[in-house]
């Protein structure tokens, strides 16, 4: 079957980095999504890895091993208002979206 | 408009009842989608559009239905609502179905409760 998986929280401080991973299987493969969701709102897009490596992208990056089935969103100098769930999702052998259930990310002063 | 909306906004529907939910793009997009979010669960999705005129099942189509007459828009009609129907209700859009980056942008959202 397709999984994803995505811790359910982490909290970490305002001024911190954080780093949020996930684990994917599908069947195929054709890139991971990084996307933000404040609370009550959309979900906005962040990122896309189809290439093993790091993309940098301001205070964000994220990073895909395809070989391991495994990306991360690392949070530079955090603040207030990156308190937010992050969803991971990956794109299928159809370029179908499977989906993560989102961890939630809270920051404290 | 710009981007994508939905109507309504919050809806509190008697179970039994038929639901349309509506949803408007105005950037063109050729792919379409309608995706259910609960709580603890990722986002699943219920249909797809690839094109105007086309649309496919989801992970959970049953008790949904969509049309897709045009570019702009991608109703999702709910024919005889359920309880478990209760979710909050994502459309988005993408530019091209079948690529890789396929960035999708999401509408507001739709709330709907049914009793």
């Known amino acids: 079957g397709q999984n994803i998986d995505q811790p359910t929280e982490m909290t970490a401080t305002e001024g911190a980095i954080v780093q949020i991973n996930c684990t994917y299987q599908t069947s195929g493969f054709n890139g991971l999504f990084w996307y933000q969701q404040h609370a009550g709102e959309a979900p906005t897009f962040l990122s896309y890895?189809?290439l093993d490596g790091l993309e940098e992208k301001g205070r964000f990056s994220s990073f895909l091993s395809r070989s391991k089935g495994y990306s991360y969103l690392l949070l530079k100098e955090l603040q207030m208002k990156d308190s937010a769930s992050y969803l991971c999702a990956a794109s299928d052998s159809n370029y179908q979206l499977i989906w993560g259930a989102g961890t939630k990310l809270i920051i404290k002063p | 408009i710009a981007g994508i909306t939905q109507a309504p906004t919050s809806q509190i529907l008697a179970a039994g009842r038929r639901m349309t939910l509506r949803c408007t793009q105005d950037?063109?997009?050729?792919?379409m989608y309608w995706y259910r979010q609960d709580l603890g669960l990722g986002l699943r999705l219920i249909h797809y559009?690839?094109?105007?005129?086309?649309?496919g099942k989801g992970e959970v189509p049953d008790g949904y239905s969509v049309s897709r007459a045009n570019t702009d828009d991608f109703p999702l009609t709910l024919a005889s609502a359920v309880p478990s129907q209760t979710s909050v209700y994502f459309c988005a859009s993408s530019g091209l179905a079948g690529a890789g980056y396929n960035e999708q942008f999401f509408g507001p959202g739709t709330r709907l409760t049914v009793l």
């Open positions: 559009s690839n094109t105007a005129g086309t649309t």
């Open positions: 950037m063109r997009h050729n792919a």
């Open positions: 890895n189809v």
